[in-house]
């Protein structure tokens, strides 16, 4: 397939790794690619390379009420489809340069409408597709099954207790017996494919009181689907009532807990990711949050306190290789609740947006002492609320 820029400015700007490629050719989004990884380790504010991995919020409806969503707890939050006209100027516009989309990351994503016209330009674009699903729906019968299993390269399942019991109590609409069966059906019929056509299959985990002693079991659990990975993250509470839930004020309590997790992960051959231990096991005691501001366009604002850790322990991956579509254009730069859009599809190109004043703000504060907005308070890069310092994972 022949394929042209959708903004012919990009030519003028292209280093020579991309301009020497055809557009749109694995070559071409290999080339990409190492461009935003040399951009990233370089702290570069302009980026040189177009995301390669594109999420897009195709639906904000959820079949579920889970307490700690910013979707339930938000009475305003839309439920909402894409709108036709932003999802085709992400495919002109994105496409050609990524090589991964995920569906919505704020609903979920079976239940976004034309799938199989989605799925068909996936494969027209040479893109493979990732999913973050509650498992509700995965195994109902629908008439594009084959495609999306062709076109699947990773399905994240979000499960939160190991127990009916807990599962239930956070996962409000969903049945754990149901859930559990419909994940062990899809187990079985990822692993009847080809090794190298089968997609992986990761786990996503929020530890918070209620959850955080059953993580071994769970553990167990995935084991036996024979799951690629668990993702453990701590509670964000963006919300008030979310407060008695969160480790950072059971503290010793959370590290024993994770100390098991490590255990059996470890003699089960099963990979995690868990944040680390809290070093002062003093629990914290429980504030009112208070909301800090996201300005990025002025570097002369109030900076906060440095850190006490220093630098961030871990790096972002998200403002040079990321990137999410909102239903009606917003261009956000990751998935952490509340973050302000930095710019909109239906008001500018995607490249103008990309490489504009918000986004090489970001980029040049987020790996120093001090970083701008919500990535101050960001969970992936300081890992537990300790990490965090003062600000902890509460605004």
């Known amino acids: 397939m ?16 991309l301009a020497s490629l055809p557009f749109g050719s694995p070559e071409f989004k290999d080339a990409n690619q190492r461009l935003a990884d040399e951009d990233e380790i370089a702290c570069a504010p302009y980026s040189r390379a177009m995301p390669g991995w594109i999420n897009l919020t195709s639906t904000t ?9 910013n979707q339930f707890l938000d009475p305003n939050s839309p439920k909402v489809m894409m709108n036709e006209d932003v999802y085709q100027k992400v495919v002109r516009e994105l496409y050609p340069y990524a090589k991964t989309m995920q569906l919505s990351a704020f609903g979920e994503p079976l239940v976004t409408p034309r799938m199989d016209e989605k799925l068909d330009d996936l494969e027209r674009y040479g893109l493979k597709l990732e999913m973050v699903s509650n498992g509700t729906l995965m195994m109902k019968e629908s008439r594009f099954r ?5 076109c699947l390269e990773l399905v994240t399942f ?7 019991a807990t599962y239930n109590s956070v996962r409000t609409g969903a049945e754990f017996d149901e859930v559990v069966d419909n994940i062990t059906r899809f187990a079985d019929l990822r692993l009847a494919l080809p090794a190298e056509h089968r997609p992986r299959m990761n786990f996503n985990y929020i530890l918070m009181r209620r ?3 059953e993580a071994p079991r769970f553990v167990e659990m995935v084991h036996r689907w024979g799951g690629d990975e668990i993702v453990f993250n701590h509670l964000v509470t963006f919300h008030p009532s979310l407060k008695g839930e969160s480790l950072n004020y059971c503290r010793a309590y959370a590290n024993e807990w994770q100390d098991r997790t490590r255990e059996v992960a470890r003699d089960l051959g099963v990979r995690i990711s868990i944040p680390p231990n809290f070093a002062e096991t003093e629990e914290a005691e429980v504030a009112a949050p208070v909301p800090p501001t996201d300005s990025a366009a002025d570097d002369s604002a109030a900076s906060p306190k440095q850190r006490p850790c220093g630098p961030p322990p871990k790096k972002c991956w998200f403002l040079w290789r990321r990137v999410y579509i909102a239903p009606f254009g917003d261009v956000v730069p990751c998935c952490l609740a509340g973050m302000n859009a930095f710019g909109n599809l239906q008001q500018q190109s995607f490249y103008d947006v990309w490489n504009g004043p918000t986004y090489q703000n970001y980029r040049k504060h987020v790996f120093t002492e001090r970083p701008l907005g919500k990535c101050r308070t960001c969970y992936l890069i300081y890992p537990n609320a300790e990490l965090a310092g003062s600000d902890g994972f509460e605004y």
């Open 2 to 17: 022949s394929i042209a820029p959708a903004d012919p400015r990009v030519l003028e700007r292209w280093p020579s790794e």
């Open 61 to 69: 409806a959820c079949n579920l009420k889970c307490f700690m969503c």
């Open 146 to 150: 084959e495609q999306l299993l062709k």
């Open 158 to 164: 979000s499960m939160d207790g190991a127990t009916r």
């Open 211 to 213: 959850t955080i002693a």
